[in-house]
């Protein structure tokens, strides 16, 4: 029996679209097309998408950077005898002035003008988000598994200047937002800090993911494990969904440049929040997942999104195990002391070499034929 040697990862696919929105319309009237890994466009999983101003898509994967052109998909590599701080890509910001901004699991690099440029402030710290505020500063949080060294850095000018290195940022931050008020947000799994203006306030809740976006009347929108919250004039309260009779774990949220809301959750597909009424795009209805991990919004105005494997069971190694077990695999697991741990998952060769079914879908304007089925959840 043919055998194969993998690691387990998520894998994605990229957004190849050029269509605007029309929020007028439910989500199930909007043009959408799924890419699968098959199809080539890139190698393993996504983590983030970026839009630089000359129209190309650059996606980070856990083995690089790449560029789409809207055609094909090329791996980008740097000059000679240059190279990223890390091989896995966590973040990317295509900054107003062209520049490139590359968040890695070992440090920040910037990409202008043929020239890559590393910042040493950031070295060896995994950059999960980077944002660029009002006034062209570009913020980077970092994280770090089991550590209490979470930075908060600022550039401008070429300069770095780290906020906190005192653990009061724990682990670091996942996720960065800055309002239509000037004010920036930065969150991670214990809750949200109000950074700027000073001096910064912290508000603790219990985060899925550290995603943020505006309600209709300019409240700060944040996920949480009790669902979506709220925050004015920093009170928290509710922002209620009814889903259909189902309760979602909400993940992503993304507020699209003509008012919708689009909610990702991790077992309720995809929610579009529109003119007072909530619409669903789940697996049932073409999604390869119910599971929603990344939303981006491109220069033309398509979402697109990524969705995960929707298998159910547990997480960690418990999971694994019983992803390896499904599969006719074998999972084994060696730890030594001051050299890690490693994880091999020894599979059937027929079940290693088979097209991935996550996709990667886009929405356009045109509408779906008259009669396509439509799930419509209104506000409670």
Request: proline share 2%; with cysteine.
């Given at each position: 029996m043919i055998q194969a040697i993998v690691r387990l990862m998520l894998v994605g696919v990229l957004c190849p679209s050029a269509f605007g929105l029309n929020p007028a319309l439910d989500i199930n009237q909007y043009a959408h097309k799924a890419s699968t890994v098959g199809e080539g466009f890139f190698k393993g999983s996504i983590y983030a998408i970026a839009q630089t101003p000359d129209g190309y898509l650059w996606m980070g994967t856990e083995s690089g950077l790449a560029r789409f052109d809207g055609v094909r998909s090329l791996e980008w590599q740097p000059p000679n005898g240059e190279h990223l701080p890390g091989g896995r890509i966590r973040s990317l910001l295509a900054a107003r002035d062209g520049r490139l901004w590359i968040g890695t699991d070992l440090g920040l690099a910037s990409w202008k003008d043929g020239r890559l440029t590393q910042y040493a402030e950031l070295s060896g710290k995994a950059v999960l988000s980077i944002l660029e505020d009002h006034e062209a500063t570009i913020w980077a949080g970092t994280w770090g598994v089991g550590s209490t060294d979470g930075r908060l850095c600022t550039i401008r000018d070429g300069r770095v200047r780290c906020h906190v290195d005192d653990g009061r940022l724990g682990n670091g931050i996942d996720g960065l937002y800055e309002d239509q008020g000037g004010k920036l947000w930065a969150g991670n799994p214990d809750g949200v800090w109000r950074w700027k203006p000073e001096p910064a306030k912290f508000f603790p809740v219990a985060i899925v993911t550290s995603s943020f976006a505006e309600g209709d009347g300019g409240e700060l929108l944040i996920t949480t494990l009790d669902g979506i919250k709220t925050l004015v004039n920093e009170q928290a309260g509710p922002y209620l969904v009814r889903a259909a009779g189902r309760q979602s774990?909400?993940?992503?949220?993304?507020?699209?440049?003509?008012?919708?809301?689009?909610?990702?959750?991790?077992?309720?597909?995809?929610?579009?929040?529109?003119?007072?009424?909530?619409?669903?795009?789940?697996?049932?209805?073409?999604?390869?997942?119910?599971?929603?991990?990344?939303?981006?919004?491109?220069?033309?105005?398509?979402?697109?999104?990524?969705?995960?494997?929707?298998?159910?069971?547990?997480?960690?190694?418990?999971?694994?195990?019983?992803?390896?077990?499904?599969?006719?695999?074998?999972?084994?697991?060696?730890?030594?002391?001051?050299?890690?741990?490693?994880?091999?998952?020894?599979?059937?060769?027929?079940?290693?070499?088979?097209?991935?079914?996550?996709?990667?879908?886009?929405?356009?304007?045109?509408?779906?034929?008259?009669?396509?089925?439509?799930?419509?959840?209104?506000?409670?």
């Open positions: 774990k909400f993940g992503r949220l993304l507020r699209d440049r003509d008012g919708g809301l689009w909610v990702g959750t991790y077992d309720g597909g995809l929610l579009h929040v529109h003119h007072g009424k909530t619409d669903r795009f789940t697996h049932s209805d073409g999604l390869s997942s119910d599971k929603i991990l990344y939303l981006f919004e491109d220069r033309e105005g398509s979402i697109c999104v990524l969705s995960g494997d929707g298998r159910e069971g547990h997480y960690g190694l418990p999971g694994m195990r019983e992803r390896a077990k499904l599969v006719g695999g074998k999972l084994t697991i060696w730890t030594e002391l001051d050299s890690g741990t490693e994880i091999e998952l020894v599979i059937p060769g027929a079940r290693a070499y088979v097209k991935s079914t996550r996709l990667f879908w886009y929405f356009g304007s045109a509408p779906r034929h008259k009669g396509d089925k439509k799930e419509t959840i209104e506000h409670e």
